[in-house]
Nanobody, 124 residues
């Protein structure tokens, strides 16, 4: 059983930056691909970014490509999401997820474990 705990959310003005972290415990972190999703009020959960087990391969949603960067440090069991040039439409709860598969999946249903999320609010 893998436990995931996100941190780093908060309030930021449009154009600003935030860095999210997700600390994993209870499993072998390097055996999981990791992903970030987000869910805005009244909307479905949306894929944001994914990183492979080694960290060599990353995938981004079109809406965040070029503005967000996912990374991981397997030595400290943590995945990060650096968010730059934030927009009001980025406002959401951001959730970390772990996927034991190597298939590169980006759907919510494919994830095996979830954190509880951290709230990001971008003001205009």
């Amino acid at each position: 059983q893998v436990q995931l705990v996100e941190s780093g959310g908060g309030l930021v003005q449009a154009g600003g930056s935030l860095s999210l972290s997700c600390a994993a415990s209870g499993g072998s972190f390097s055996n999981y691909a990791m992903a970030w999703f987000r869910q805005a009020p009244g909307k479905e959960r949306q894929f944001v970014a994914r990183i492979s087990r080694s960290g060599r391969t990353t995938v981004y949603a079109d809406s965040v490509r070029g503005r967000f960067t996912i990374s991981r440090d397997n030595a400290v069991n943590t995945v990060y999401l650096q968010m730059d040039s934030l927009r009001p439409e980025d406002t959401a709860v951001y959730l970390c997820a772990a996927d034991r598969s190597v298939l590169g999946r980006t759907t919510s249903e494919a994830m095996d474990y979830w954190g509880k999320g951290t709230l990001v609010v971008v003001s205009s």
